[in-house]
């Protein structure tokens, strides 16, 4: 029984370790409740190419051309490519029709959005060259740009970043919980990471799409086909040592699924795709906490303290990063699952001694404020006292997720399309059940072999549809 009491101590130190090591994330949280960093007016308008991996997408594909082509960024300095690739219906036709550059792949043994990018990447440089552009951006089809996104990416740019990620709302927020908490998720990940990162000059990280590259990121072409690409391509950089900003005024708008099983195999194909970057670069990011080998460094002109201080936040950054990666959410359900049971199995055996230091903090307050303490006269009481605490575990993760959900609603009301009090409430107390598909899915990716899917979309919506509703709502709220 003593060598079972020792594992488990073992485990919960462990995690108290893993879990300390992500404290300093609270100052990123803290700092996006207040600031972000801001660019100011570009000097030079840059020359872009836009990127879109298509696979089916004839219902949406024209209105993101649509919302490219009325932005206000000069149009002779904007080139729109697109790969339709395994397409069976009339994706590329349509793209070719509104005066895209588009080309056709067909390859269904390697189905990867990675795949299609690498393909269309390769076709760029042989047609016109990789360096024909300064930049390179990249969308799925069922994207939509706010009139001045490229304008305020722009500024990013000129301004000297060499990666840039920007504000992903949704233009289904409220089809249902499953959709919301999709819109949830990613601006939990503005307000939590991008906006202070961007803000210290580090490296957030990008999410599938809406971003924007140098064009030295790719000279020797796209070189990530896993079945999440966007995560090894920021691991990479960073591992590189380029930092990675975001643009709080650069919006653009995608469609969110809305049914559960959609959701799930979605959730199960990130959770694979962040298992293989973890393996992939997390040795190469470790090993850049403490060696850079000089890649902070390449200004030689830089003054000393420049230097030192450039090194230290390339070494953060690729510390930063390896927590991205780390698979933390496997690590904690496996920790809760076998630390639970052997104490279930303490409990049984021997009747072994248990302690309010298991229980959540709110337990334990409770339990002091009516002098109780957990007593084993029987096994069940044993038993009892182990599932309570459990139990009492997995409650203070849902209150925390609706709190989350929560802070999120209240503070990006202006941009999340405006919504009714019971809806709102709906979806924060929801939210939770989204982090929990996520749980799940780390769990199932670890054994099972993903193919990657395309996501179907269907909301045939257009930029100024989003910008009417918004208007038409507002009217009926203000009525009420």
Known sequence: MYIINLIIKIISKISAVVSGLYRYRDIFKITGVFATRKFSTAKNFHKYAILVAARNEETVIGNLIDSIKTQDYPSDLVEIFVVADNCTDRTAEIAREMGTICYERTNPNERTKGYALRYLVEKIKEDYGIESFDGYFIFDADNLLNYDYITRMNESFDAGEKIVTSYRNSKNFDDNWISASYGIHWLRTVRNEHRARSLFHLATRIQGTGFLFTNELIRDGWNYTSLTEDRAFCADAVAQGYKISY????????????????????????????????????????????????????????????????????????????????????????????????????????????????????????????????????????????????????????????????????????????????????FALTFPLFDLIGKLSMCIALFMKVEWKAIPHNANINISDLAEKETEREKELAIK
Not at 334 to 344: A, E, G, H, N, Q
Request: a positive charge; hydrophobic letters at 50%; proline letters at 3%.
């Open 247 to 426: 643009n709080n005024e650069a919006i653009f708008f995608d469609e969110q699924p809305t049914d559960i099983k959609i959701a799930m195999r979605q959730r199960i194909r990130w959770a694979k795709g962040h298992l293989q970057a973890f393996v992939e670069t997390g040795p190469k990011l470790f090993w850049h906490i403490f060696y850079t080998g000089g890649m902070a460094n390449k200004d030689k002109s830089a003054p000393l303290f420049k230097k030192f201080i450039r090194n230290l936040r390339f070494r953060f950054m690729s510390f930063d990063m390896l927590m991205v990666v780390f698979p933390r959410q496997l690590t904690l359900v496996f920790k809760k699952l076998v630390s639970y049971s052997l104490r279930i199995v303490l409990v049984c055996a021997a009747g072994a001694s248990f302690s309010k230091y298991y229980a959540p903090d709110f337990i334990r307050i409770i339990l002091d404020i009516f002098d109780i303490s957990p007593s084993f006269e029987s096994t069940v009481s044993g038993v009892f006292w182990v599932i309570f605490y459990a139990l009492a575990w997995s409650l203070n993760s849902y209150i925390n997720g609706i709190i989350s959900a929560a802070y999120i609603l209240i503070i990006e009301h202006k941009r999340i399309k405006t919504q009714k009090f019971y809806k709102k409430v709906w």
